[in-house]
């Protein structure tokens, strides 16, 4: 018997408009005004930087400002360039930029909603029929099913920051939320159209980041036909058009940096080296990486996808839980058998968890349900106050250890009231109290009831953080005035400068000062850009690399909120 009963009234879906407004809500507070900050962010964003400023080998050949980085794959490189070129001269390469991400973002909530929609609707999905009627319609128990699971998408903490930032985790995320959406079509009804949209959605992930992860994926929707018992002959010659169709795809970038060697360089046995390389036997770092780190970035996914399973147990072979479970399963491997997990490594499995979760919530007791809401209440609502609280602190001094605080994190920043950032906040902070108000005064009965709270209360802390103190994070966490400063200190005629700077750092120097740093061919410079500790108080970083040469130092500083990174310009003498 299925484990559900549900009334047509616990089935009123969000209109429209609001998921639209819920989802702009979302995505724009750290989009708009927010500088490429230090690490992936800025590496990314100097990628396509340098493409929109450069030429065909740069497209070819991802680099920053002459240091490559071309192992992972171009695709969202490619879409950040483009959108630096068509909408940097009215929003500015930085926002340019991030139009892309923007409508990535949106791909991928558009595949969540759907394929929960695909998966609900259907009739092994649907509730147990009441004595007297009043069961709801499949369609729009789909929609509400797909509500929720975009709900608890975007409540997601470990999507928060990774989905504003300019890199290809956050292509990597909403292609494997397409994918997924696409391997439900293909189940429902098995044919080569299908099969090669699902080799689409393939060739885009190994543009992305590797072929692993699509490789991977591969073989789980292989599993999951052989368990939903399709015919296997038909389902092999599918999916080996969906392989040719990705590896056709893959080639778009392959054959032609195979063939010309920009920068006279071949990119294919970088990365397919990279994907090797992803693949180790599971440690106790894995493990640990894993458990510890997934416990908060899965919330609040994992505890509704943990029901699921258990809830639908006894139901065998419905395409709602073996569908996003083998995702789950497989991506969850990808993780434990990396060498060197990250974060990035654990996007891949939200989108699946998000759709077997609001499927959880289908059997929820109603206990579980209120604690959700009042830890969601309580808990968020407290973070708020807190953040209001220091804000206020810094611009007024009062609470004195709160304004001390808050601004010992950036020593010389200099805390302004911005207006607009203000009344965005304060509206946004309205917003929570009546949605707050409307679920505590009004009890609905709405399936999504459980998760909307979490997923509001995450964007009200994301806007406050984002408005409130941009500027102190801007401050903290960007380059710019650290290269503003070197180029304050360039003699005039320089035709280029070595350099042994990270990639994030290099990329903020190249943007926000136009340094000419020596390019993929490498080249003698005269002057040299060294970055270092400040423990290390002698030259042995300039023996050991130019052992035998001369420098003069023309400037040494670091950023104000970091205590250890420096950098120093030098001249060649000799």
């Not at 007024?396 to 203000?422: D, S």
């Not at 400068?497 to 990270?502: F, L, M």
């Amino acid at each position: 018997m299925k484990p559900v009963r549900l009334p047509a009234a616990a089935t009123l879906a969000l209109p429209r408009w609001a998921l639209f407004a819920l989802g702009l809500l979302y995505i724009l507070p750290g989009l708009i005004g927010r500088d490429p900050w230090k690490n992936d962010d800025a590496a990314s964003f100097g990628v396509m930087w340098t493409m929109a400023q450069g030429g065909w080998q740069d497209w070819l050949w991802p680099n920053i400002a002459g240091l490559s980085v071309s192992d992972e794959g171009p695709l969202a490189f490619w879409l950040g360039a483009l959108g630096i070129k068509l909408f940097g001269w009215l929003l500015g390469d930085v926002l340019g930029a991030r139009v892309a991400t923007g409508l990535v973002f949106l791909l991928g909530v558009a595949s969540v909603w759907y394929a929960a929609f695909n998966l609900g609707r259907r009739p092994d999905a649907q509730p147990l029929r009441l004595a007297f009627g009043g069961q709801p319609e499949p369609r729009d128990f789909g929609r509400t099913l797909a509500d929720a699971a975009v709900l608890i998408y975007l409540g997601s903490l470990g999507l928060l920051l990774h989905s504003h930032e300019t890199t290809a985790e956050a292509l990597q995320v909403s292609l494997v939320a397409l994918l997924v959406y696409r391997a439900v079509r293909y189940v429902e009804r098995a044919s080569l159209r299908n099969a090669a949209l699902i080799g689409l959605a393939l060739g885009l992930l190994s543009l992305t980041r590797g072929w692993l992860t699509p490789a991977a994926l591969t073989v789980a929707l292989l599993l999951c036909t052989r368990f939903l018992g399709l015919p296997l002959g038909r389902t092999l010659r599918e999916l080996a058009l969906a392989a040719v169709v990705a590896v056709a795809i893959a080639a778009l970038w392959l054959l032609p940096a195979q063939l010309l060697r920009p920068y006279q360089q071949t990119p294919l046995a970088g990365w397919l080296a990279l994907g090797a390389a992803q693949l180790a036997l599971p440690t106790a770092l894995s493990l640990k990486f894993f458990f510890r780190v997934g416990t908060w970035f899965f919330w609040p996914a994992w505890p509704f996808a943990g029901w699921a399973v258990y809830a639908w147990r006894r139901q065998h072979h419905v395409l709602h839980i073996v569908v996003p479970l083998s995702f789950v399963t497989m991506g969850a491997l990808l993780t434990l058998f990396q060498p060197n997990p990250e974060q990035g490594h654990l996007l891949a499995l939200l989108p699946p968890l998000a759709i077997m979760a609001a499927f959880g919530l289908l059997t929820m007791k109603r206990g579980a349900i209120n604690a959700i809401d009042w830890f969601s209440v309580m808990a968020l609502t407290l973070c708020a106050g807190v953040i209001w609280i220091f804000w206020i602190a810094k611009l007024t001094g009062w609470p004195a250890q709160a304004a001390k605080n808050a601004l010992k994190l950036v020593p010389g920043f200099k805390p302004e009231l911005g207006l607009l950032a203000f009344v965005v906040a304060a509206a946004a902070t309205a917003g929570w109290i009546a949605l707050v108000h409307w679920r505590l005064s009004r009890q609905p009965a709405v399936l999504w009831r459980a998760v909307v709270l979490s997923s509001g209360g995450l964007i009200l802390i994301w806007i406050l953080l984002m408005t409130l103190f941009l500027p102190d994070m801007n401050y903290s966490k960007s380059y710019a005035s650290v290269a503003r400063q070197i180029a304050d200190k360039l003699p005039p005629g320089v035709g280029c400068i070595e350099t042994n700077v990270g990639p994030a750092q290099r990329a903020s120097f190249a943007y926000y000062a136009h340094l000419p740093f020596t390019g993929v061919e490498g080249g003698r410079c005269e002057l040299l850009l060294l970055q270092d500790s400040v423990r290390l108080r002698d030259d042995r970083e300039i023996a050991a690399q130019h052992r035998g040469k001369q420098w003069q130092l023309l400037w040494e500083g670091r950023r104000p909120s970091d205590r250890e990174e420096r950098f120093r310009l030098y001249r060649r003498t000799d």
